[in-house]
């Protein structure tokens, strides 16, 4: 049974606790956090420390901190030789100290730390400097999830990318469609299942082909309709670039 320490506290490092902590294939012997009550809701104490010094012996040391920490946290473990990796999508494997055998275990999923996720359903990106460490990285990961890729550390960066786009940058747009509704006196709940229609086509259609609306029809007489509704220049921006680039894709 593989033995895993986690090193971190944030969303990303919760989720991970609690799923390998249910895991029946898979010995969570341990969690680091510079603030131990951070996570006194989901181990023991005795499992959790705030000391690189009392770190435990481990197959896998899961550095799951900002992507900014990753280089100083990897050369705080005192410890060499050992399979350290980290879960970010846009730092590269070198970042992690070279005292250690290093890879990366990327889940590329949004988590929110009140929001369960199923991870089976969850995709990992895996990256190894060597065939053994992959294998061990494989063992884990498929023991939690359905869903793992051998990703490089370019293609992880390009994913992180697409991410952002699809993920971040979309729910950024719900946001600014419930304020609409907010300030006009419409419940936000009557958009929710045009999201999921729209979520659910690109499960069989691509994108392109899911694409609807005034932009792609060519609808001048509508857009210009909804540019004069619309009072804040700076959604005026966002409506305008947002159409063109439907308009441009569809030429």
């Known amino acids: 049974m593989l033995k895993v320490v986690v090193i971190g506290s944030g969303n990303v490092a919760q989720h991970l606790i609690t ?11 341990q969690a680091y956090a510079r603030n131990a009550a951070a996570l006194t809701h989901l181990l023991p104490d005795e499992k959790i420390t ?3 010094a009392t770190l435990a012996a481990a197959d ?11 280089a100083e946290v990897s050369s705080l473990l005192p410890f060499s030789d050992r399979l350290v990796v980290h879960t970010s999508g846009s730092v590269a494997l070198q970042q992690i100290d070279a005292k250690n055998r290093r890879g990366v275990f990327y889940p590329l ?14 995709p990992l990106c895996l990256e190894s400097e060597n065939e053994t460490d992959y294998h061990t ?20 960066q ?22 609409i509704c907010e300030e006009n006196n ?31 029809r060519n609808d001048v007489t509508t857009m210009e309709k909804h540019l004069a509704f619309l009072k804040d220049e700076k959604i005026k921006t966002i409506y305008t670039l947002l159409s063109q680039s439907i308009q441009n894709n569809n030429e």
């Not at 799923?19 to 012997?29: A, Q, W």
């Not at 999923?109 to 969850?122: E, I, L, M, R």
């Not at 990318?161 to 950024?172: E, I, Q, R």
């Open 137 to 156: 990285l494989q063992t884990l990961a498929k023991s939690v999830s359905d869903s793992v890729y051998n990703i490089n550390s370019v293609q992880r």
């Open 186 to 216: 419409v419940p936000f709940d009557i958009l929710k299942p045009l999201i999921k229609e729209t979520a659910d086509k690109v499960q069989i259609l691509s994108p392109k082909q899911a694409q609807t609306g005034p932009a792609k």
């Open 19 to 29: 799923v390998l902590g249910k895991s029946g294939s898979i010995n969570l012997v």
């Open 158 to 179: 390009s994913l992180h990318v697409a991410a952002v786009f699809v993920s971040n940058f979309t729910n950024h747009m719900y946001n600014i469609g419930h304020d």
């Open 60 to 70: 896998i040391y899961i550095i799951s901190v900002t992507d900014d920490a990753i």
């Open 109 to 122: 999923q949004t988590f929110s730390k009140n929001k369960a996720v199923d991870f089976k359903q969850v």
């Open 50 to 52: 705030d000391n690189f």
